[in-house]
T-cell receptor, first 117, second 110 residues
Framework: GAGVSQSPSNKVTEKGKDVELRCDPI?????LYWYRQSLGQGLEFLIY????????KSGLPSDRFSAERTGGSVSTLTIQRTQQEDSAVYLC???????????????FGPGTRLTVT | RKEVEQDPGPFNVPEGATVAFNCTYS??????FFWYRQDCRKEPKLLMS?????NEDGRFTAQLNRASQYISLLIRDSKLSDSATYLC???????????WGAGTKLIIKP
């Protein structure tokens, strides 16, 4: 079946511009995560959505970052007034659900490579 | 100190050899542990979960040492296709947030 898809695959933008990154999770997956990964670094948690619950936004690095998930499916990560330090690969992952005491495998999309010039 | 630490490598290993690397974590309340594999410019993919009693999947063996707070990954009879970055992943406390190590780069040479 279809995996997690992300668009665009690459985005080059000028400093100060806004960007929107899109994630289509696997159908039926209730949990959705956004991460970013800088070159040679581990994944940095940004935000988590689970069903209709309020999202966990604790990982968002500044108020320039926001995300929404419409209809429990597609998610959009928006970065306003982009800075050069925002350059990274932005990865989206989905999983069937999280249950306390257990974690389900996260399935990742191919990522969006963002370059801020 | 980072919550999850890994030797970045690279580990240069001849084909057919056995290689092992560790990952240390700082939160003693962590309950879930994983090894993910990430190929160059690709997304991470789950290699294996790590269970308390240790577990094996073909050529791969994962171990957990709670007392010393580390997990390990052993790869036997290494193949060229094992070349990748191996990411250690630990959950934060008992919630859904996963903390990712920066990865250990493994290069298998013919």
């Amino acid at each position: 079946g279809a995996g997690v898809s992300q668009s665009p695959s690459n985005k080059v933008t000028e400093k100060g511009k806004d960007v929107e990154l899109r994630c289509d999770p696997i159908s039926g997956h209730t949990a959705l995560y956004w991460y970013r990964q800088s070159l040679g670094q581990g994944l940095e948690f940004l935000i988590y959505f689970q069903g209709n619950s309020a999202p966990d936004k604790s990982g968002l690095p500044s108020d320039r970052f926001s995300a929404e998930r419409t209809g429990g499916s597609v998610s959009t990560l928006t970065i306003q007034r982009t800075q050069q330090e925002d350059s990274a690969v932005y990865l989206c992952a989905s999983s069937p659900k999280f249950e306390r005491g257990g974690l389900y495998e996260q399935y990742f999309g191919p990522g969006t490579r963002l370059t801020v010039t | 100190r980072k919550e999850v630490e890994q030797d970045p490598g690279p580990f240069n290993v001849p084909e057919g050899a056995t290689v092992a690397f560790n990952c240390t974590y700082s939160n003693s309340a962590s309950q879930s542990f994983f090894w993910y594999r990430q190929d160059c410019r690709k997304e991470p993919k789950l290699l294996m979960s790590v269970y308390s009693s240790g577990n094996e999947d073909g050529r791969f063996t994962a171990q957990l040492n709670r007392a010393s707070q580390y997990i390990s990954l052993l790869i036997r009879d290494s193949k060229l296709s094992d070349s990748a970055t191996y990411l250690c992943v630990v959950n934060r406390d008992s919630n859904y947030q996963l903390i990712w190590g920066a990865g250990t780069k493994l290069i298998i040479k013919p």
